[in-house]
């Protein structure tokens, strides 16, 4: 008679104590991005973050010292968030304007899992200014590297580098017009940006930045 080996499973590890303060720190951020992206600042009360989270209010006073506190990191976090995901998406050994294409690619991709992330960053110069500045800082600056890593391979001539500030905000700036006119329809929906509109885009940038 054959004598089935029986294997026990171990139990699944416990987190720990950190791990689920970090858990629940996240779930809070990701509850006020969905209040604050749908309803705005103004309307994004602890209740309904907290209520959005599944956790009591009090909890809320363990991660946050206010309401302000958590509206002024949401931005940056959601602006991490945002840049992990590009970083993610590129092939390390993409260079030139692939890249720039892959980034504005991955910028629509997260915008289509994210759609509030836009009224998040529109209200937050008026309702968390200090996270306003922040986002743009560590975007400026991720950006700033990136031209200067580029001018040193070569692919990059005709600018100075004390002009790379001025083209970062050219480049933000169509990106986020871009968003606004063909990311999102008039409801508010996400949706796949048309092939025409980055064909559009990538024209400029190789005969003008790649040129």
């Keep these: 008679m054959s004598k089935v080996a029986v294997i ?19 779930l809070l951020l990701e ?3 969905d209040v604050v992206g749908s309803d705005g ?20 006073y363990n991660y946050f010292h206010s309401r302000q506190d958590i509206l002024d990191k949401l931005l940056p976090y959601m602006g991490r968030q945002m840049l992990d995901h590009i970083a993610q998406s590129l092939p390390r050994d993409m260079t030139g304007p692939a890249r720039e294409e892959a980034r504005l690619r991955a910028f629509f ?10 009224r998040i960053l529109y209200e937050a110069e008026v309702f968390a200014p200090k996270a306003h500045k922040e986002h ?10 990136g031209l200067n890593r580029a001018a040193a391979r070569g692919e990059i001539n ?5 002009e790379f500030e001025a083209v970062i905000y050219v480049l933000l700036a169509a990106r986020s017009y871009l968003a606004m006119r063909y990311a999102r329809d008039e409801h508010g929906h996400a949706g796949p940006v048309p092939e ?3 064909k559009a885009y990538m024209k400029i940038l190789t005969s003008g930045l790649f040129s």
Excluded: C, M
């Design 41 to 60: 600042y103004a309307e994004a009360s602890i209740a309904k973050i907290t209520k959005l989270a599944g956790v009591a209010q009090g909890t809320f």
């Design 31 to 33: 509850a006020a991005a």
């Design 8 to 26: 026990k499973s171990s139990p699944p590890r416990r987190k720990t104590r950190e791990e689920k303060a970090r858990a629940t720190h996240r």
């Design 136 to 145: 743009f800082r560590v975007l400026v600056e991720g950006y700033r590297n």
């Design 158 to 162: 005709g600018f100075d580098k004390d």
């Design 109 to 118: 991709d997260y915008l289509d899992l994210h759609p509030g992330f836009y």
């Design 196 to 198: 025409h509109v980055i």
